[in-house]
């Protein structure tokens, strides 16, 4: 019932900034932890935030700490990621993820609903 859509990707120089969205499908955030997660070709699916839904405890990669930011909207049932500063390392196709257990986000095991991606493309 879980039904996530990534967007807000696209080409961007290094340096610059995108901000991508996920809109769920009813209640799914306010029911769900929620997190990113991003795959760059030839690599493997890659941790990057999660929000808690109980307290909104927020965790980042260290890769993206200080440069990125997780953020839900309850009412308008959507999950952000506002990408600063980004760098061709951060080239990837980015996921949302929505799961029942916040250690299945932070720790990338256990089962959770993935959107179908967004691609984001930094160029040097």
């Known amino acids: 019932q879980v039904q996530l859509v990534e967007s807000g990707g696209g080409l961007v120089q290094a340096g610059g900034s995108l901000r991508l969205s996920c809109a769920a499908s009813?209640?799914?955030?306010?029911?769900?932890?929620m997190g990113w997660f991003r795959q760059a070709p030839g690599k493997e699916r890659e941790f990057v935030a999660a929000?808690?839904?109980?307290?909104?405890?927020?965790d980042y990669s260290d890769s993206v700490k200080g440069r990125f930011t997780i953020s839900g909207d309850n009412a308008k049932n959507t999950m952000y990621l506002q990408m600063n500063s980004l760098k061709p390392e951060d080239t990837a196709v980015y996921y949302c993820?929505?799961?029942?257990?916040?250690?299945?986000?932070?720790?990338?095991?256990?089962?959770?609903?993935w959107g179908q991606g967004t691609q984001v493309t930094v160029s040097s």
């Open positions: 009813e209640r799914t955030i306010s029911n769900y932890h």
């Open positions: 929000i808690r839904r109980s307290d909104a405890y927020i």
């Open positions: 993820a929505a799961a029942y257990s916040f250690a299945t986000l932070t720790s990338g095991l256990g089962n959770a609903y």
